[in-house]
């Protein structure tokens, strides 16, 4: 099906939290098209981030920077018109409902189950959710937080899963939903700065800037607990002391301000370790280039885009046996998984010494995310999907 030209439209300023706009549009496939005449329509995509993120990591809070990136890039190039608006800014149903009357959006994205979906409990605009990670990892654990997520994904018009195994989890929770439950892995697109300043990076984060013998490792979460930061910490920092050539970077915003405080007072009595700024998205990826690996420590993920980024990038990953890694790294053929701080170096040290083992990883890796995490395939799924919130 053709699709009609498409107006030109201001795009409203995104505010802190992600609002999804959008104008009558003929879509792909067999969903009900729009008329070409109809004036521009604006939906709103929540999200439960306290601000942009550095990055778009792939559970709760990460996941939802990532998806506010990619999905207003996605639903601009529709023709909508995309507002970003944060849950925590909110109390009630009732304020949400009050500004999507106000500003007269026509519909909305929640990002994550929980905490941006349980504000649209009864909206009076149609509206489709985003599962983060911890709402179908973590969440359900909590009875009552179980049976809010339910009542909104009754009324969500569509949910979207990043894997197959998250679509079962809530399948399995919400047996009525399945049919409603889409998935869609993570488009993945990397940027890299052609400015980036390597050395100044590592003098600011007062690491020696011996590139012949560096071997950096760079952990990128938001600094909350379910992103474990600390998990490696102690063995790092005693195997830093042994091999003073290795050093572990975190980086991540401070989603957590009491932990966040925690983890400054740790990393301060541990050599090695580095606790770094926030950057932009392409300053961050010009550094994930220059790293030996990417870490990923988390208790729970959905689907980590650090991890997927590293891998388009071709820098090789280590990540912790957990449900959501796993679905994305095969050990030894995509990655390495380990499962306890002592596994880590064990692994780190013969991915330090076998660069052959290092360039068949990053090879085969680099090929996954082309086949699986398409950018442009992500884009054609979500521009589908949001003509079902006509």
Request: with cysteine; net charge positive.
């Amino acid at each position: 099906m053709t699709v009609p030209p498409r107006r030109a439209h201001r795009a409203s300023r995104p505010t802190l939290r992600r609002k999804l706009g959008r104008r009558g549009t003929a879509g792909p496939g067999p969903l009900r098209s729009a008329p070409p005449e109809q004036t521009a329509s604006r939906y709103w995509l929540r999200e439960p981030s306290l601000r942009r993120q550095l990055r778009h990591g792939a559970d709760g809070t990460e996941a939802a920077g990532r998806v506010w990136s990619a999905g207003r890039n996605h639903l601009h190039a529709a023709g909508h018109i995309c507002i970003l608006k944060d849950a925590f800014m909110f109390q009630s149903p009732t304020e949400v409902a009050n500004l999507t009357s106000t500003d007269k959006f026509d519909a909305a994205l929640a990002i994550h189950l929980y905490k941006g979906g349980r504000l649209l409990q009864g909206s009076r605009i149609p509206f489709g959710i985003i599962f983060g990670g911890t709402d179908v990892n973590e969440d359900v654990k909590c009875e009552e937080k179980c049976r809010v997520m339910g009542a909104v994904l009754e009324e969500a018009r569509f949910a979207v899963a990043f894997t197959m195994k998250m679509k079962e989890l809530a399948a399995a929770k919400w047996p009525d939903a399945r049919k409603k439950i889409y998935v869609q892995t993570q488009g993945i697109k990397t940027t890299p700065s052609e400015t980036f300043d390597w050395y100044r990076f590592l003098q600011n984060a007062g690491i020696p800037p011996d590139t012949d013998s560096l071997h950096m490792f760079l952990l990128i979460c938001g600094l909350r607990r379910v992103k474990d930061p600390l998990y490696l910490v102690d063995v790092f920092s005693d195997w830093h002391r042994k091999d003073p050539s290795v050093h572990l970077g975190i980086i991540g915003p401070a989603v957590d301000p009491l932990f966040t405080s925690e983890i400054k007072e740790k990393v301060k009595r541990s050599p090695g370790v580095h606790l770094l700024q926030e950057m932009p998205q392409g300053d961050l990826h010009a550094a994930m280039k220059r790293c030996f690996a990417v870490v990923n420590s988390s208790i729970s993920e959905g689907m980590s885009a650090a991890i997927l980024e590293a891998m388009d990038l071709d820098i090789p990953v280590l990540a912790r046996n957990i449900p959501g890694n796993a679905a994305i790294i095969q050990h030894k053929e995509t990655g390495l998984l380990f499962s306890d701080p002592q596994e880590f170096v064990v692994l780190s040290k013969s991915l330090m010494n076998d660069p052959i083992m290092e360039r068949e990883i990053v090879t085969r890796a680099k090929d996954y995310v082309k086949k699986h995490h398409s950018w442009e395939s992500e884009r054609k799924v979500y521009q589908i999907l949001i003509l079902r919130l006509q």
